[in-house]
Each structure stands twice: as structure tokens, then as C-alpha cells.
């Protein structure tokens, strides 16, 4: 893995995303390689650089502050790139940040693949809001390392929304659905947010960008997927469940 330290100007970008004014992304690329992912292709940036190359953004957080005077609302931390990916451990981007939005009593959420957000439970529950979300898309942790090589453990990851409990409002994103992989642990994925206490759950399906590659044997998990019947199927099993669910799609 090579780390380049890049110095930007601008640090807060105005997001599409629903509920969300501003992302903020303390890296360019992301050593979790998850093989479905589509940030390279909706940045532009070769597959390959997206993998292996992480531009950290040194001087992120001082731009921020001053940004922060004007730019106000809701703020995404790592919309297109996961900010506590191990990169994190060496230079505290996010961690810097943090310190700064709270300065600013903003209010932020985080979705995460890695537990060394553990390592910043004093700051983050220190937020006036804060959302604290897991990716889920199996709990088969074989198949985890398949597709999110370089993230943490199913276990680990269901850690940090116990840990998290009465120190941020937590949530468990399960996203992208591949049905073969999701659909047989869709049931229990929802029995382990009730068991936690999660106050909801965000569920998303796979989207193809253009050019996008994705690897053959993954390719056949997404044969004749029709999301409008996985959507029916989660609802069928969120109905028996107290917890609220989203949908992005
Ligand atoms: S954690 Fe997110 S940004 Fe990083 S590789 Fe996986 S899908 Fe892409």
C-alpha cells in the first residue's frame, strides 16, 4: 500500500445524499478493496490506484475549521471512501476532524467497515448527534473476507455497535444486497439489530456503474436479482421486528 500526503483546499463537499448537506472524506481511495465497490467509477479514478494508492489529506482538518464558520448542517464522515480504513492509524485524519466538528457542535455520521472506530468512542460520544453505522452484507465471515478483504470481522464490527450503545445513535447498513449472499442471513441480520438495541437499519441494493468490473464469480451472485421482491422479502421480515428500516432504493 502506498500513502501519499496531499495538501487540499477545499475540505467540506455539498452532498447528494438524503439528510445530508456535506460529506467529508478524509482519504482518496480505501484499503478495504471491497471488490464490489463503485467510488473509483463514480470519481474517476482507476481501479487500481483506488486500491492500492491512499492520498491523505493532511492538512483537512484546519481547512475544515475554517470552512465550518460558514458551512453548516448535517456532515457525512466518509461518503466515498471508509474513514477508519488502516491508513486512519498512522495519521488521525479523521480523528483530527472529529476534534474539529466538534468544536463547531456540528452533527455528523459515520458508516464504517472497521472497529478502530472504537478507538475514537471519548470524542464521538461527545457530538450533540452522532450516527454510528456497520456495513452488514453477510455474516458468513469467509464470505466477508471475499468481498471486504481488508476490513474488519463480522464479530468485531457487531463490537463496535456494542460499544457504542448510549454513546452514539447506531444503525446497521446492509447494503450492497447480493441475494445469495444477504437473503439467507437477511432474518438473522434483523435479529442481531434487535438484540443489540440498533434504533434502525438502512437496507441498499447493488447498482452497476459504467465500466464498472466486477469479478465473475461475483457476477453470478447477482443473476436474475429483482429488488423489487427483495424489497417485499425484507419488509415481510422487518414487520416483525420493532426496529425502523430504510430503504435506499
Ligand atoms: S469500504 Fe467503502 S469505499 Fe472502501 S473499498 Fe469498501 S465500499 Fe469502497
Known amino acids: 500500500m502506498r500513502y501519499i500526503e496531499i495538501y487540499v483546499k477545499s475540505a467540506l463537499s455539498k452532498s447528494g445524499l438524503e439528510n ?3 460529506s467529508l472524506n478524509p482519504y482518496r481511495g480505501c484499503e478495504h478493496q471491497c471488490v464490489y465497490c463503485y467510488a473509483p467509477y463514480v470519481l474517476h479514478i482507476p481501479l487500481q490506484e483506488w486500491r492500492n494508492v491512499v492520498y491523505v489529506k493532511r492538512n483537512l482538518p484546519t481547512v475544515m475549521d475554517r470552512e465550518l464558520k460558514r458551512k453548516k448542517g448535517f456532515i457525512t464522515v466518509g461518503s466515498v471512501t471508509d474513514a477508519y480504513q488502516p491508513a486512519e492509524r498512522k495519521y488521525e485524519i479523521t480523528r483530527k476532524s472529529l476534534e474539529v466538528l466538534l468544536k463547531h457542535n456540528a452533527r455528523i455520521s459515520i458508516l464504517t467497515k472497521s472497529s478502530l472506530i472504537l478507538r475514537d468512542r471519548d470524542i464521538i460520544s461527545k457530538f450533540r448527534e452522532a450516527h454510528v453505522g ?3 452484507t453477510t455474516l458468513d465471515d469467509a464470505f466477508r473476507r471475499r468481498i471486504e478483504p481488508n476490513s474488519s470481522s463480522v464479530e468485531e464490527r457487531l ?4 460499544e457504542f450503545k448510549n454513546k452514539a445513535i447506531r444503525y446497521i447498513f446492509v447494503g450492497p444486497i447480493f441475494p ?16 443489540l438495541e440498533v434504533d434502525y437499519m438502512i437496507f441498499d441494493r ?4 459504467r465500466d464498472m468490473h466486477l469479478p465473475p464469480w461475483l457476477q453470478k451472485y447477482l443473476r436474475g436479482a429483482d429488488y423489487a421482491e427483495i424489497k417485499k422479502e425484507v419488509l415481510k421480515i422487518a414487520r416483525e421486528s420493532s426496529i425502523p428500516i430504510y430503504f435506499d432504493w
Open 159 to 162: 463490537q463496535v455497535l456494542e
Open 134 to 136: 456497520v456495513t452488514l
Open 180 to 195: 445469495e449472499i444477504t437473503l439467507p442471513h437477511l432474518r438473522e441480520i434483523v435479529k442481531m439489530g434487535e438484540k
Open 20 to 22: 445530508t448537506d456535506y
Open 206 to 209: 447493488f447498482r452497476w456503474k
